[in-house]
């Protein structure tokens, strides 16, 4: 059974940075392709940024290319999102999640796995 741990959210002023850790067990951490996901108050979950299994492929919604970024680190079998330039808009769960699976990335049901989530409070 694969576990997911989120870890580092918080509150931080628009303009400033968070990095979003998740730690995987269970599993070889390079059979997993890796994403992230977000859910605002009232708003339906999306997508947020994708990793392939090797790393030498990632996806990024529009609304966070060029201040978002999703690296994942082997030997400690994590997975980050590092946000920079962070706008109140962010402010959200954010979750990590694993696929055993082939599929698009950048849809929530190519993925099996799920973390518990991690508030990100953004203010103005």
């Known amino acids: 059974q694969v576990q997911l741990v989120e870890s580092g959210g918080g509150l931080v002023q628009a303009g400033g940075s968070l990095r979003l850790s998740c730690a995987v067990s269970?599993?070889?951490?390079?059979?997993?392709?890796m994403g992230w996901f977000r859910q605002a108050p009232g708003k339906e979950r999306e997508f947020v940024a994708a990793?392939?299994?090797?790393?030498?492929?990632?996806d990024y919604a529009d609304s966070v290319k060029g201040h978002f970024t999703a690296p994942r680190d082997h030997a400690k079998n994590t997975l980050y999102l590092q946000m920079n330039s962070l706008k109140p808009e962010d402010t959200a769960v954010y979750y990590c999640?694993?696929?055993?699976?082939?599929?698009?990335?950048?849809?929530?049901?190519?993925?099996?796995?799920w973390g518990q989530g991690t508030q990100v409070t953004v203010s103005s």
């Open positions: 990793i392939a299994r090797s790393g030498a492929r990632t």
């Open positions: 269970g599993r070889t951490f390079s059979s997993l392709a």
């Open positions: 999640a694993a696929a055993m699976a082939s599929g698009p990335l950048n849809f929530q049901n190519s993925y099996e796995y």
